[in-house]
């Protein structure tokens, strides 16, 4: 029984919903909640990469289940990318198979007893994340990632709208990459327009969890294939995600 379903999107691809996703769900779980990572983005599945479990292989039981991957014995995790013979291969798919593989992740995979099933969904709000919603009878709201530019705040607003337009809660707005953050002096450099995606959470009546640097070390876990909260626990941006993940808990 999956208890609540969180819901991960994000108007515009490249603002770091994935990383996002990734260390939520890690958080989650070091806190000893059992946790569950859904990657519903069929033609560019980040999950594999961040995790370092590009080459694993998914299993079935004998009725025909899914067994998800299982992640440092606390984190079950199931996206179309442990699925591929070739890690290069492109999935040519129209929407009604697309649809068809997500509710068999939903409905076919053995996940057993979850605290939280976190969802990353692909940019935009198409027939994925239709699915999902649709799909899903317990999801709890969604978690809107942006960057504070223009540019990606603009489509954030429409991941905001449809999320009303289907009375989906949203649980918080989280404003990634909003400055750089200096590796001698520790202080942040905004590198696009300030404060873009707290004003539009304002703006827009919802509710704004934080903000996360655009940090070397998240770049450097990302290409070692650790999750930053894993790789550099004691850093502040994995405080900053730590803090934010606790909110959500308390919403």
Same mark, same amino acid.
């Given at each position: 029984? &999956? @208890?609540?379903?969180? #819901?991960?999107?994000? =108007?515009?691809?490249?603002?770091?919903?994935?990383? #996002?996703?990734?260390?939520? +769900?890690?958080?989650?779980?070091?806190?000893?909640? !059992?946790?569950?990572?859904?990657?519903?983005?069929? *033609? =560019?599945?980040?999950?594999?990469?961040?995790? =370092? &479990?590009?080459?694993?292989?998914?299993?079935?039981?004998a009725e025909g289940k899914i067994i998800p991957y299982l992640y440092e014995g606390m984190l079950e995790i199931i996206s179309v990318g442990l699925m591929?013979?070739?890690?290069?291969?492109? &999935?040519? $798919?129209?929407?009604?198979?697309?649809?068809?593989?997500?509710?068999?992740? &939903?409905?076919?995979?053995? $996940?057993g007893d979850l605290d939280y099933l976190v969802v990353d969904c692909p940019p935009g709000t198409g027939d994925e994340v239709l699915t999902v919603v649709?799909?899903?009878?317990?999801?709890?709201? +969604?978690?809107?990632?942006?960057?504070?530019?223009?540019?990606?705040?603009?489509?954030? @607003?429409?991941?905001v709208n449809f999320c009303k337009s289907m009375t989906l809660p949203i649980l918080g707005v989280i404003e990634n990459m909003a400055g750089f953050t200096?590796? *001698?002096?520790?202080?942040?450099?905004?590198?696009?327009?300030?404060?873009? =995606?707290?004003?539009?959470?304002? +703006?827009?009546?919802?509710?704004?969890?934080?903000?996360?640097?655009?940090?070397?070390?998240?770049?450097?876990?990302?290409?070692? !294939? @650790?999750?930053?909260?894993?790789?550099?626990?004691?850093?502040?941006?994995?405080?900053?995600?730590?803090?934010?993940?606790?909110?959500?808990?308390?919403?």
């Amino acid at each position: 029984m &999956i @208890k609540e379903t969180i #819901v991960v999107l994000s =108007g515009k691809g490249g603002v770091g919903k994935s990383t #996002v996703s990734s260390n939520v +769900a890690l958080s989650l779980a070091k806190k000893g909640y !059992k946790v569950g990572l859904l990657d519903v983005d069929i *033609h =560019g599945p980040s999950i594999p990469t961040l995790f =370092g &479990i590009e080459t694993a292989q998914i299993m079935q039981t004998a009725e025909g289940k899914i067994i998800p991957y299982l992640y440092e014995g606390m984190l079950e995790i199931i996206s179309v990318g442990l699925m591929l013979k070739d890690l290069d291969e492109a &999935i040519v $798919w129209r929407g009604p198979l697309k649809a068809k593989v997500i509710t068999q992740f &939903i409905n076919d995979v053995k $996940w057993g007893d979850l605290d939280y099933l976190v969802v990353d969904c692909p940019p935009g709000t198409g027939d994925e994340v239709l699915t999902v919603v649709n799909a899903v009878s317990n999801v709890k709201g +969604a978690l809107i990632v942006t960057t504070p530019q223009n540019l990606a705040v603009v489509d954030a @607003k429409k991941s905001v709208n449809f999320c009303k337009s289907m009375t989906l809660p949203i649980l918080g707005v989280i404003e990634n990459m909003a400055g750089f953050t200096c590796p *001698h002096c520790k202080k942040m450099v905004p590198l696009f327009k300030e404060a873009g =995606g707290k004003k539009m959470a304002e +703006a827009m009546d919802v509710p704004f969890l934080g903000s996360l640097p655009f940090d070397a070390e998240i770049m450097d876990s990302s290409e070692d !294939k @650790k999750p930053f909260i894993e790789k550099y626990a004691e850093s502040q941006t994995a405080k900053l995600m730590n803090e934010m993940t606790e909110s959500l808990v308390r919403k």
